[in-house]
Every structure is written in structure tokens, then in C-alpha cells.
């Protein structure tokens, strides 16, 4: 477990890895983003993960909400943003479940000669925290050198739920649920940082791509947003796209529709899901979890909360085929077990194997029956194609890495 001056020191780390020019290359832009592991004790990574999915499920309960931000999960993207003119630099995380951009939930936002206070103000629950503040606009700077005037951005007059970072960089798919947070209420819609790019023709079309390397330490520069455009070098072969899911409430975020074999053997039937870079382990509906613990042998660790095999079952495991768009994608054996370097770092054992597929908290038909978070991201180059409505994933050169 690491204590909390390792965790600020390994903040540090992740700051420093990620403050670099952008590279602008063939129309496109691209920014480096350090990993944090953020579990402050035992059980805690699932928590997060499974506060996050029950987060995402309450838009199908609850009508009257508009926009529920879903951050602090376990696995924390930092990238360094600029506000104001000269810029003061932030901390943000990268979070495809959130519409705001925001700051000052650590370093407190510097009004420089481009600020403008608008009327609104800005609140915004989370699955666990939530901030509250002003809307401005301002300048934002990403990296050193790409300026994007007159952003919409929320200022914090106080929050919950962040330690050490100060704020967050949304990039979900209905953006326009950022107008939901406002008050008093507008049916203006409010562009995120992409849409500006995108509108202001600095990229060709409004697209993110994503790009990890496996990483077995716990804060590493190891991850790479592209605006506007793909990065050839950073996957193999052909990119499968398919469309945002009809299902609700998946197609209020990065939503898409996938069936799972273990093996040979059907553990969940095509169904509605999402992509979240903000979700840390690979989480399944209830009944499907249940069969996968099943096939597997695994069993449930009281400490850590994750599913647990023995050193032969880890040689008999089989690998799970996701079936996307019509193409199916494979998390191999060692792709489904946390990387052993880091056990410690959940409060597992040194010698033990763990997985990375977890329960999501309820069973198939709840219109969120899986997430593919990091955990499958990190293998695969994934594509939040907002101009088009569409997710696009690809094989990578660590899509079948043995680093765990």
C-alpha cells in the first residue's frame, strides 16, 4: 500500500512526464498524459470502479438528472492544461464519462486579462464528490503551444472527492449535457474543448483518439491523446468502427454493443455497454461476472475485492473474445490479470495472480451491462469519433504483451 507521500511524489512524476510541447502532425494534434494509481487502500479499487457504474446507471433511474460526472476512479489520467493568458498550468484528468472542463480543486484558478464571469453557475455530483462553482470563459492552452480562446470553463468554488489534482478535462459524448449543469438553465448548447477544435478548424473532425502502453509501475508517461485525427504508429492493422448504441443509458455516453466468449463458451449475449477511459477494471453484468468466475475457477479475495487463481489456473486460462462490430477482439490470459508488480499497490499479496474482470453490480437488461475500461484500452487503440456518432477500436503492438 503506498503511503500518502508516495502518492504525492508520484504525482509529481506524473505532472512533470506530461508537460511537453504538442507534436502537430498530418492535420492532427498530439498530447502526452501520465498515469496515477489512486487507491488509497484495500477493496478501494473496486469501489471506485463499481461507484463509477452505479453512477452511470442512475441516468435510467432518475429522469430529473441531466449530467452526473463520473470520475475518481482508481486508474487516473493527468495531463497538463493551460488557462488564461500568460497561462497558469493545471493538473486535469482525462475523463471520457464527464462533459466539464473545469479547475480549482487544488490550485486555484488565476483570472488573468481573458477570464469572463458569465451569469451561471455550475454544479456538477459525482459518483462520489462533486464540485461547485462559476462558469467563465478563458483561454485554455493544451501542452505549450495550441491556444483555444474563449473556453468554457467551470471554476471551483468548492469540491469533494479530489485529492492533489485540480480538475478535469471532459471529453464525453453528449456534450451538450454540460448546458444541464448550468444555472439558471440555458438551451445553449456549450462546446467542450474538442468541439472548439474542431469548430475553430484547428483539426479536420471532431475526434479523439487514444493510445496506452501496458504499464506496470504506478505513474508512468504512457498514454497519448490524438485531436482531430489517428496516429498510424501507435496500432496495427485496420480500425473496426461501430456506432453508438441505441440503448439507454449507454447511448448517453461512449456507448456501443458487444458479446463476450470465454474461450468458447458464451458468457454474455450481444448487449449495450460503454468505452470509459475512467474505469479502471473490465467490468461485467452480474450473472455474466458469475459465469466467468465460474469457467475460470477463481475465487473471490476478501482483501482486495478482485477474482484470485492459482499459478495452474493462470496456465489453463482461456482468453476472452469481445465480440465488436462485427470483429472479435482478444484479451489474452495475461491481458486478464492485474500486473503482479503492482499487487502491493491494492493491498494483494506479492505471489499472488489476480483478474482484472469484476462485477459491475447488477445483472444484463439495466441498458449498462458492461465497461471496458483501462484494463481492455490499454491493449487496443481506441477511436471517441463524435462527428461520425462511433467508436473505432484496433490491435496495437502490446495488444498481446506478456508484461503482466
Known sequence: MLP???????????????AKPIVVRDSFVTLPFAKHLNVTGAYDLVQKDQARAAAYRQLSADSTVVSIGVTNAAQIYVASIGVGSPPTYYSLLIDTGSSNTWVGAGKAYVKTSTSTKTSNSVYVPYGSGQFRGTEYTDTVTLGTGLVIPKQSIGVASSSSGFSGFDGILGRRLNDNTIK???????TTTIPTVTDNLYSQGTIPTDLVAV??????????????????????SKYTGSITYTSITTTYPASNYWGINQSILYGTTSILSSTAGIVDTGTTLTLLATNAYKKYQSATGATLDR?????KITSAQYSSLKSLYFTIGGTKFELTPNAQI??????????????????????IGSNSGSGLDFINGYTFLERFYSVFDTTDGRVGLATTPYTTATTN
Open 338 to 359: 492485474w500486473p503482479r508488480s503492482l499487487n502491493s499497490q491494492i493491498g494483494g499479496s506479492s505471489g499472488s495472480i489476480y483478474l482484472i474482470v469484476n462485477d
Open 4 to 18: 500518502t507521500a508516495s502518492l504525492t511524489a508520484l504525482l509529481v512524476l506524473a505532472v512533470s512526464t506530461v
Open 180 to 186: 444541464g449543469t448550468l444555472t439558471p438553465a440555458t
Open 303 to 307: 482483501t482486495t475485492g478482485l477474482l
Open 211 to 232: 493510445s496506452y502502453e501496458p504499464a506496470t509501475s504506478a505513474s508512468v508517461s504512457n498514454g497519448e491523446l490524438t485531436f482531430g485525427g489517428l496516429d498510424s
